[in-house]
């Protein structure tokens, strides 16, 4: 007996989609929602996410923590504080229900308080600073690689000279010069602007070779070609078509550059160019402590944690954003 070949409906004919059992079509995904999907695989970089979150979370409410369970940053309490040896009273730096991660020597003052308001000036100058030179580095990158010629050796030429430079040493000399007020800016603003822009400024390089070379990659593909042909122009090309491809790396770049920007930070507080005292800063809190080590070793724990800690979550996600974005890097 043979089959009709008239079939009624949706049982004979061909669907313009795939079905999958149970009658549920099968939906494209978008190449976001593939790169969510291997990053959710990756336990390590989600619990370095986490960690990045409520470290912002905790930036933005410090006040507010502090209130609930600490004490101000900057209140003295000497009756937590051995009059005769100045170091905490108690076991492991005065650490109580009162005082989280205890108290520093002398003048005893919460140290869980100033963690959490050191942690607004870490991440507030590494977040600024980043978006400074991935902006810059970005917009170096890209013209330089899809002008290439003169304008690729020019912008080349001045990136070698950035990497070059002694950075650390201009921080320091311009940092210890920085007047009281200017450009409309005083006291810490003042000193962290001039942070930022230091950070900002002399490392958009980084940034801007690996752009350029990704750039360079870019502009000989067939949809750049296209793109061409039907009479783009060059800032249609670099907006709309080269600088949509970039996210991957600048996103993960810039993961991977906020810790090195805390880092240098701390530096300055510890080598005491950074935010003045008694603002409380990371870098701070650990040059104080080198000089309580031997009888007060427990003082560097907290603000030495926080860094690494800080540090350690941004470059597990870092990894794992790249690893997620850029499957063969694997």
Same mark, same amino acid.
């Given at each position: $007996?043979?089959? /009709? ?8 004919? !061909? ?9 549920? !079509? ?10 969510? $999907? ?13 960690? =990045? ?33 100045? =170091? ?16 520093? /020597? ?27 030179? =991935? ?25 070698? =000279? ?42 958009? /390089? ?25 009479? !783009? ?51 701070? $809190?650990?040059?104080? !402590? ?41």
């Amino acid at each position: $007996m043979t089959v /009709p070949l008239e079939v009624v409906g949706s049982q004979g004919e !061909a669907q313009p989609e795939a079905v999958l059992e149970g009658g549920h !079509a099968i939906e494209g995904r978008s190449l976001g929602q593939i790169a969510w $999907m291997r990053l959710k695989r990756d336990k390590i970089a989600l619990s370095g996410g986490v960690v =990045v979150l409520l470290l912002i979370v905790m930036a933005i409410f410090a006040p507010l923590i502090v209130k609930w369970l600490g004490h101000p940053p900057n209140e003295f309490h000497y009756d937590q504080v051995n009059p005769d040896t100045q =170091v905490p009273i108690g076991s492991h730096g005065g650490i109580s229900r009162h005082f989280l991660f205890g108290v520093e /020597p002398v003048n005893g003052r919460d140290l869980f308080s100033r963690i959490m308001y050191g942690s607004q000036i870490s991440l507030l100058i590494a977040f600024l600073a980043t978006l400074l030179s =991935v902006g810059i580095g970005t917009m170096m990158g890209v013209v330089a690689g899809y002008f290439g010629g003169w304008i690729d050796t020019l912008i080349s030429r001045v990136m070698d =000279v950035f990497l070059a430079f002694p950075i650390l040493l201009f921080a320091l000399a311009l940092a210890g010069v920085i007047p009281d007020k200017a450009f409309g800016l005083k006291g810490d603003s003042l000193r962290i602007a001039v942070i930022i822009f230091i950070i900002g400024f002399f490392n958009w /390089p980084y940034i801007g070779r690996i752009i350029r070379g990704q750039t360079l990659s870019l502009r000989e593909r067939e949809f750049v070609d296209a793109a061409r042909s039907l009479g !783009a122009r060059s800032p249609y090309i670099l907006s709309r078509e080269l600088l949509p491809n970039l996210v991957a790396p600048i996103l993960v770049y810039s993961t991977l550059l906020i810790p090195t920007n805390i880092l240098f930070e701390a530096a300055l507080s510890y080598l005491g160019v950074g935010v003045r005292p008694p603002r409380a800063t990371w870098g701070g $809190m650990i040059s104080d !402590a080198t000089n309580w080590y031997q009888t007060d070793p427990e003082f560097l724990v907290p603000s030495g944690l926080a860094i690494f800690i800080t540090v350690l979550a941004f470059n597990l996600l870092g990894d794992g954003l790249r690893d997620a974005l850029d499957p063969r890097s694997r």
